[in-house]
């Protein structure tokens, strides 16, 4: 028989369990999601090249490969910890060359007596076909640069695209506007 001690005794646990999950996720990492159209040509004279889709930026060319560059807006303005990880790219590439997929994500200094020295950057690349998360993380110096501007850019093969892209923060970021 089921007594109120016994409830009691399972609910009580429950609830604090469930509270201290709610205050550990309330300090997780700031995503930002961001659709791959943000991109645009990285050279104007290959601006013919792209289509700015709903679904990505898309390689409209079936011989020649492109650059884009993509945004990356941080919020981050006083802290130290910056990067949070992992920058997750989400890409598409049709196997119609032998041209690999290749993005980079860069964290340059404004501080050094040269401006735009990169701190940290890292890049992947892949030659395979159809859908692939390519992944960015940059360490180091390079990482915790909060103010410094930051900037991903891809090269995309011929009938390829770039979908989307997710960038984070460690926290706190938006308490320090």
């Given amino acids: 028989m089921i007594t109120q001690t016994k409830i009691r005794f399972f ?24 659709p791959g159209m943000t991109c645009k040509p990285y050279f104007a004279n290959t601006s013919s090249r792209i289509d700015n889709r709903l679904d990505g930026v898309y390689n409209n060319s079936a011989t020649a490969a492109t650059w884009v560059a993509c945004p990356v807006i941080r919020d981050d303005k006083t802290g130290t910890n910056g990067f949070g990880g992992t920058t997750w790219v989400r890409v598409y590439r049709d196997g119609i060359s032998r041209t690999a997929m290749t993005c980079y994500l860069r964290q340059q200094d404004v501080l050094d007596s040269t401006p735009g020295t990169v701190l940290g950057s890292d890049s992947e690349s892949w030659t395979g076909t159809g859908w692939r998360w390519l992944s960015l993380n940059i360490t180091g110096a390079g990482r915790s640069q909060n103010w410094g501007p930051a900037v991903m850019y891809c090269y995309v093969p011929p009938r390829s695209k770039v979908y989307s892209y997710t960038v984070y923060e460690e926290t706190p970021t938006d308490s320090n506007n």
């Fill in 11 to 34: 609910i009580i646990p429950m609830v604090l369990i469930g509270i201290l999950l709610m205050i550990s996720t309330a300090q997780a990492y700031d995503y930002k999601t961001y």
